[in-house]
């Protein structure tokens, strides 16, 4: 990067059904935190990128709306979409901007309200997610049943049982409890895990992030801009990965990991200089509970078909070798599309600035990481920040 | 309150991959090869991002396979409700080609099966 980029303030709504709110009042929500975690006004930004899949909303053209309610008019030229790691390519276009040197301060809203369509329709939307032409017209695919076809193939190859499967769900839900923000705050039991209604074998119900509303923002800033402002705990961008695989699934040759996650992944390691066993704290995308254990082997934590074993001894707990998903990950906090991505840097900001409270994690040399997945592994980013 | 219903109603090309469509209603499954460069693709295609030939070949796939692995669709989406549960499947071929398919009989990853079609999409026996 040609300039130094930091993270100086984070927002994040209440995810769930929000059915209390349209997407703007939504927005505002996280906008308004990061503002004020920041001590800036709408004046202080340069430029919005707003990220949003839109189409289980009826504003499918969000961002004016957005932009006008949060008092952002004539600073948001452009959306973003990179379906689940949309809020991860607003961050990736706001951190490009500052870095090139066009701007010094960029605000990243993700905000997605999907729970406006009922569920069958949201299936339909899902089941595009890949390839129409190939996958959906003819063979009525849903987004489950992708993330399922690795999830079998996994199982057979590496042993990995629907009782791992189950304790990365268990995990997520624990630490909900002790997230205000979280979409589900129940505790639950692998059993409940397993009795829970087959979507497309062998993803279960709980083995399911769910369908929600919510919004996330984070303000980015220049080095320049971090020492005028006097900002006492910025969250430096230490290292970014990108990357994108095949829409049509089956053309990928293989299906225990996923191809672009790992390649951002070499990516942001090599920036940073930094091996996968530095990182302390991580915000993997578990979408569904098999994508976590995929997740751990794809960014190197361990070697593939060992995921499951890390997720057994409790290694990605908090304290652990490597915690994960502290704030109940996309199973149990839920999983707006658009605002995903900035969800995940508002969690390693807040950890790496040891403002994460009852799930505050010990870190040595304060280094994280967010791999947010877009699709099945369609887009992949995986970026590091350190304190 | 209810919002206002967007209903989408969409024309696709069907003349593109006539001979593919056409295939699948006989039991025999088309895909297209680079005459240029050789390059057998499974989806087919017009175009040959390889080699940027546009002189494409209709060559039928083998319907030997083994599956690679599957998944059955118990919750389905809107266009596919009056459906009973359907199994997708990747099956891989003995030209090497990968194909999503429907499966039928007992599923199992790394089973030998045998590509066919219903006569709207591929459908890959497992053979017992």
């Known amino acids: ?387 | 309150m209810d919002g206002i219903p967007l209903l989408f109603k969409y024309t696709v090309p069907d003349k593109l991959y006539e001979k593919f469509w056409e295939g699948l209603k006989r039991g025999e499954i088309y895909t297209t090869k680079c005459k240029k460069c050789g390059t057998l693709y499974y989806p087919p295609r017009k175009d040959c991002e390889k080699c940027m030939s546009s002189d494409m070949e209709w060559v039928k796939l083998s319907n030997e396979g083994i599956l690679m692995t599957y998944s059955v669709v118990k919750q389905k989406p809107q266009g596919f409700e009056n459906y009973s549960d359907y199994t997708v499947g990747i099956a891989r071929n003995s030209d090497g080609a990968n194909l999503m398919c429907w499966v039928k009989g007992e599923a199992k990853v790394g089973k030998k099966v045998r590509l066919t079609t219903d006569g709207q999409r591929v459908i890959c026996e497992v053979i017992e």
């Open chain 1, 1 to 387: 990067m040609n300039r130094k980029v930091a993270v100086i303030g984070v927002g994040n709504s209440k995810f769930g059904k929000r059915d209390d709110v349209t997407i703007k009042e939504l927005a505002w929500e996280s906008v308004k935190e990061a503002l004020e975690d920041a001590g800036l006004t709408q004046k202080d930004i340069d430029i919005t990128v707003i990220g949003s899949t839109a189409y289980r909303g009826t504003e499918i053209y969000p961002a004016p709306p957005v932009s006008e309610y949060c008092g952002l008019v004539g600073k948001s030229p452009i959306r973003v979409e990179a379906a689940c790691a949309t809020g991860s390519s607003a961050a990736f276009t706001a951190i490009n901007l500052i870095a090139s040197g066009l701007a010094d301060i960029v605000l990243a809203i993700g905000v997605d309200k999907m729970t406006e369509v009922d569920t069958s329709t949201s299936l339909a939307i899902g089941g595009r997610g890949g390839n129409y032409y190939w996958e959906f017209h003819m063979y009525g695919t849903t987004f489950p049943t992708y993330y399922a076809l690795y999830a079998t193939r996994h199982m057979a190859l590496f042993g990995t049982t629907e009782e791992d499967m189950a304790l990365a769900s268990v995990k997520a839900h624990k630490y909900a409890t002790l997230n205000e923000k979280a979409h589900f705050r129940n505790k639950i039991t692998v059993e409940d895990v397993l009795k829970s209604r087959v979507i497309s074998w062998p993803i279960k119900l709980l083995d399911s992030s769910p369908i929600s509303d919510g919004s996330a923002t984070v303000i980015f800033a220049s080095e320049e801009k971090v020492r005028e402002l006097k900002i006492d705990t910025p969250i430096w961008v230490k290292g970014i990965g990108y990357s994108s695989d095949t829409s049509y699934i089956a053309a990928r040759g293989e299906w225990v990991g996923l191809e672009a996650a790992r390649d951002a992944a070499a990516k942001a390691y090599k920036m940073a200089k930094i091996s996968p066993l530095d990182i302390e704290y991580a915000t993997v995308h578990d979408c569904f509970t098999i994508a976590e254990i995929m997740a751990y082997e794809d960014l190197g934590f361990v070697e593939k078909g060992k995921g499951a074993e890390l997720l057994r001894e409790g290694q990605t707990e908090k304290d652990g070798k490597v915690a994960v998903n502290l704030f109940g990950g996309l199973k149990a906090k839920g999983h707006p599309l658009g605002a995903t991505g900035l969800s995940m840097i508002y969690e390693v900001t807040k950890q790496l600035r040891e403002e994460a409270g009852p799930v505050q994690h010990s870190f040595k040399r304060y280094l994280a990481l967010t791999h947010n997945v877009g699709g099945t592994g369609h887009y992949a980013y995986v970026m590091i920040f350190n304190r």
